[in-house]
């Protein structure tokens, strides 16, 4: 399969193909600090277009683990069964991150809400493992996601969808962003998602016009 797939693209177009992922990796880096907070109307899009293509229970839940956790997406690429189901597989309420995935090499727990407990029990039933330390999301090649792969997977669905500026960060700084505007501290919002200092939680705290508005009515 493969060298035929070859033949058929040419060595020029495979050379411009792995430039063209480089670079998307690339672009996504160096714009994850940037990238879009996702809006509900977003978040709506992106849900009504996954339930419509193949893989929709494995990319609902990988959407929704960075979503309502706020992991980066490395931590989602690998997270195994055996990190979210407890006792009679039972999804936990919280789940521990090995330092050797975290972006600062530092242990974390991550909460798991009421919300992304329901959305992981229907994705292991639309999904049961075979063994517990299997990778909790694979490929369409059965090979686990890395955070390489994973980055592709988000860069490809929101430019399907049309969403300019959204990202595999999007998730995260919109779960951050969230928070914030519900109140929530950032010395809280930095222990939560792993910042070791509350300046780059702040940084992704978005702020809009509606915002100030509330905000001077509070004086």
Known sequence: MTSIWK??????????YAFNVENILKRDKTMSKQAKSLTSVDVK???????????????????LVALYAGLRVGEVA?????????????????????ASITKGNVARTVFVNTKLRKELANYIKAVPYKHLADKLFYTQKNEGFTANTLTQFFYYLFGSIGIAGASSHSMRRTFITTLANKGVSVRLLASLVGHKNISTTQFYIDVNDDQKRSAVELV
Do not use: P, Q, T, W
């Open 78 to 98: 690998s997270l195994r069964y055996m990190d979210v189901l407890g006792v009679d597989d039972e999804i936990r309420d919280e789940i521990r991150l090995d």
């Open 7 to 16: 033949k058929s693209i040419g060595k020029n177009n495979i050379r411009k």
């Open 45 to 63: 899009r992106v849900l009504e277009f996954i339930a419509l293509k193949k893989h929709s229970a494995r990319n609902r839940a990988m959407f």
